[in-house]
Nanobody
Framework: VQLQASGGGLVRAGGSLRLSCAAS????????MGWFRQAPGKEREFVAA????????NYADSVKGRFTSSRDNAKNTVYLQMNSLQPDDTAVYYC???????????????????WGQGTLVTVSS
């Protein structure tokens, strides 16, 4: 699976952005999809994940109620809608894929096998 993230940019605090991650391959619908981010000088952290069917999501506490992850399997694309953005949300955002299971999509980066190249989100105060 090859992943291509897009949609990053510069936004003011309180604004919104929608990230997209396009996947290649016909088995996209078999994969749980995750979003991670890495701020300058910090470790990569989990943001959100959506299950292979799209019915189950998982969010970091820091983004609950502000971010929504969804997917369109017909378009081989997963989305991260980010609202009420804050300067602390500034980071490079990565999408990742792991084979789906019966459990809630994973928050551990080590569970993900495929990674996109990242897209930069900058939130100004």
């Amino acid at each position: 699976v090859q992943l291509q993230a897009s949609g990053g940019g510069l936004v003011r605090a309180g604004g919104s952005l929608r990230l997209s991650c396009a996947a290649s391959g016909r088995t996209f619908s078999s994969y749980d999809m995750g979003w991670f981010r890495q701020a300058p000088g910090k470790e990569r952290e989990f943001v959100a994940a959506v299950s292979w069917r799209g019915g189950v999501t998982n969010y970091a506490d820091s983004v609950k109620g502000r971010f929504t992850s969804s997917r369109d399997n017909a378009k081989n694309t997963v989305y991260l809608q980010m609202n009420s953005l804050q300067p602390d949300d500034t980071a490079v955002y990565y999408c990742a894929a792991t084979l789906g299971s019966l459990f809630r999509p994973a928050s551990q980066s080590a569970r993900y096998d495929y990674w996109g190249q990242g897209t930069l989100v900058t939130v100004s105060s």
